[in-house]
């Protein structure tokens, strides 16, 4: 089993920043993929990024290209989200996730493990 713990979320204004936190432990392995994702009220969960746990290749969902990056730090077992210039309409809960396998995968349901979640809100 995997425990993910995200933090980080909270309120900012139009344009701000903020970076996210996804903490993983248990039986975690440098072949996973850990992904992010979000959901908005009445939405379906969306993909955000995702990236490789020891080859640090990423992917990103067109809308937050150029203003969100995903990194990891190996030693801390964390996954982490830099969200910058951020819009309303970037408004949801931010999920982490973890894939027992090491290719990038963008469907939520190919995602073994979840955490539970931090809410993200971007006044106008």
């Known amino acids: 089993q995997v425990q993910l713990v995200e933090s980080g979320g909270g309120l900012v204004q139009a344009g701000g920043s903020l970076r996210l936190s996804c903490a993983a432990s248990?039986?975690?392995?440098?072949?996973?993929?850990m992904g992010w994702f979000r959901q908005a009220p009445g939405e379906e969960r969306e993909f955000v990024a995702a990236?490789?746990?020891?080859?640090?290749?990423?992917d990103y969902t067109d809308s937050v290209k150029g203003r969100f990056t995903i990194s990891r730090e190996n030693a801390k077992n964390t996954v982490y989200l830099q969200m910058n210039s951020l819009k309303p309409e970037d408004t949801a809960v931010y999920y982490c996730?973890?894939?027992?396998?090491?290719?990038?995968?963008?469907?939520?349901?190919?995602?073994?493990?979840w955490g539970q979640g931090t809410q993200v809100t971007v006044s106008s």
């Open positions: 996730a973890a894939r027992r396998w090491m290719v990038l995968t963008t469907t939520p349901r190919e995602y073994d493990y």
């Open positions: 248990g039986r975690t392995s440098s072949s996973y993929a």
């Open positions: 990236i490789t746990w020891s080859g640090g290749t990423t």
